[in-house]
């Protein structure tokens, strides 16, 4: 079944009495994948409080997101102060299936209107704990012998390293597949240069590509971060 007829039919089963239903994710993108889901996002003000729910309905695995319109402004907030529009991305992108109220109309205005403006830049105190943190885990990679835990490490390091250069470059932060959709958006040659990097590290166990590309761009916004860092002293 279609994405946004299974959506209608859901909300019309289950969310009837909701002024308002909107369908987002990535097969409302067209970017659908075999085991992509349906995001729905419900706003009532019936609601006491916010709640997520999983279904599977109409061929369809479905992730429902719950809010009355207070709730909504309230995580629109939240993920603006953390730098990952993930609700707000949902509102902006998604396609309105019922709108009764005409709430829709602002909501999906002021989604645009946050993703527009960008994150806000990190404070001299958050640039540096980041860089501290970042920094960390690079002479961690470095020092690691052991295989297994380079892959771990890598891990993390990459995705602290990427958000750190996205919101330096005033781009939001990403989780998981969205790490490198946003950097390869926002600088496709050192994304390129990463990937590769990656590569050497996981096909033939060679850690050197990934730890120069970190430093390279870490050095941009400041370089390495140790001596001299301090938080929560009297």
């Given at each position: 079944m279609e994405p946004i007829l299974a959506a209608k039919l859901f909300v019309e089963s289950n969310f009837h009495q909701s002024p308002f239903a909107l369908a987002a994710g990535s097969v409302i993108r067209g970017e659908g994948t075999i085991t992509s889901d349906?995001?729905?996002?419900?706003?009532?003000?019936?609601?006491?409080?916010?709640?997520?729910e999983s279904f599977h309905a109409y061929g369809w695995p479905?992730?429902?997101?719950?809010?009355?319109?207070?709730?909504?402004?309230?995580?629109?907030?939240?993920d603006i102060q953390r730098?990952?529009?993930?609700?707000?991305n949902m509102v902006a992108e998604g396609i309105l299936i019922?709108?009764?109220?005409?709430?829709?109309?602002?909501?999906?205005e002021l989604a645009h209107e946050l993703l527009a403006a960008g994150p806000a830049p990190f404070t001299p105190e958050e640039s540096e704990t980041r860089r501290y943190i970042i920094t960390d885990l690079l002479d961690d990679l470095i020092g690691a012998q052991n295989y297994d835990e380079q892959l771990f490490i890598s891990y993390k390091l990459v995705e602290q390293t990427c958000n750190?250069?996205?919101?330096?470059?005033q781009e939001w932060m990403g989780?998981?597949?969205w790490v490198p959709r946003l950097l390869k958006r926002s600088d496709e040659a050192s994304y390129q240069i990463l990937i590769k990097a990656l590569k050497q590290l996981y096909v033939h166990q060679e850690k050197q590509p990934l730890i120069d590309w970190?430093?390279?761009?870490?050095?941009k916004y400041g370089g390495r971060c140790f001596a001299g860092y301090s938080r929560g002293k009297p």
């Open positions: 349906l995001d729905i996002v419900i706003v009532d003000d019936c609601i006491d409080r916010a709640y997520r479905i992730e429902v997101f719950v809010h009355n319109e207070q709730t909504v402004r309230e995580y629109f907030d939240h730098r990952r529009p993930s609700l707000v019922k709108d009764l109220g005409a709430l829709g109309k602002g909501l999906k750190f250069l996205l919101v330096n470059r989780r998981g597949k970190i430093v390279v761009e870490l050095e």
